[in-house]
C-alpha cells in the first residue's frame, strides 16, 4: 500500500527501515518559531521532565544553544525532518516523532502539546495514515502516559497482549532516557 506523504509498504523491509531510507529522502525544514520540543520532550541531562517548559528557553529558542545538550542537538521532530504530512507542532498542538526501546524497536510516538490536540481533523488523518503502516503512541499533556494505541491491528494486538512491551514502553516515554542519543 503506498500512502501519500509515507513510504510505500513492503513486507520484505522493516517499517524502521523504510522509513530512514523515506527520510533520507526528504529536505529538513528549519524551526523558526517552534519551540515545542522545548516543552514536549523530557531531557534527563538538564534534568527537564517531559511537559515542562526548559528552564534554557527563551523567547529567541536557546540561550544555551552553543553547548546544549546533545538529546537537544540531535532531535528532530517529523515535521523537522521534513515530512509531507505533518503541520508545524506549535500550530497543530502535537509533535511526531520516533522514539526507540530496545524491547520494542522504534516506535511513533505523537505528542500532545495540547490536550486531545490528536484529535483535530488533520493531526487525526496524519496520524491515521501513519498507523496504517506503523503502531503509533498518542501520549498525553506532559509526556505521563500513553493514551492510546493505534497501528496495524495485529501489531497492536501483539503488543498488547505483551505486559512487558507496554511497561518498556511506558517507562521510556516517561523518563525519556528515548530521546537521549548520549550513549557514550
Do not use: H
Not at 509533535?95 to 488533520?122: F, H, M, Y
Amino acid at each position: 500500500m503506498k500512502l501519500e506523504g509515507l513510504p510505500p509498504s513492503n513486507d520484505k523491509v522493516p517499517m524502521n527501515d523504510q522509513f530512514r531510507q523515506y527520510t533520507e529522502l526528504l529536505t529538513p525544514r528549519k524551526c523558526g518559531d517552534c519551540q515545542a520540543c522545548c516543552i514536549a520532550l523530557g531531557i534527563p541531562a538538564i534534568n527537564k521532565a517531559p511537559g515542562d517548559r526548559c528552564r534554557y528557553q527563551c523567547s529567541g529558542g536557546c540561550n544555551i544553544y552553543a553547548s546544549k545538550p546533545k538529546a537537544c542537538n540531535d532531535y528532530l521532530c517529523w515535521w523537522a525532518m521534513g515530512v509531507p504530512l505533518m503541520e508545524r507542532p506549535d500550530k497543530s498542538g502535537i509533535i511526531i516523532d520516533t522514539i526507540i526501546s530496545e524491547r520494542v524497536g522504534e516506535q511513533v510516538c505523537a505528542r500532545e502539546l495540547v490536550n486531545d490536540a490528536w484529535l483535530r481533523p488533520k493531526n487525526r488523518k496524519a496520524i491515521e495514515r501513519i498507523a496504517n503502516v506503523a503502531i503509533v503512541f498518542i501520549v498525553n499533556v506532559g509526556g505521563l502516559s500513553i493514551k492510546k494505541i493505534l497501528g496495524p491491528e495485529d501489531q497492536v494486538r501483539s503488543f498488547i497482549a505483551d505486559p512487558l512491551n507496554r511497561k518498556a514502553i511506558g517507562s521510556a516515554i516517561t523518563n525519556a532516557r528515548l530521546l537521549e542519543r548520549e550513549r557514550a
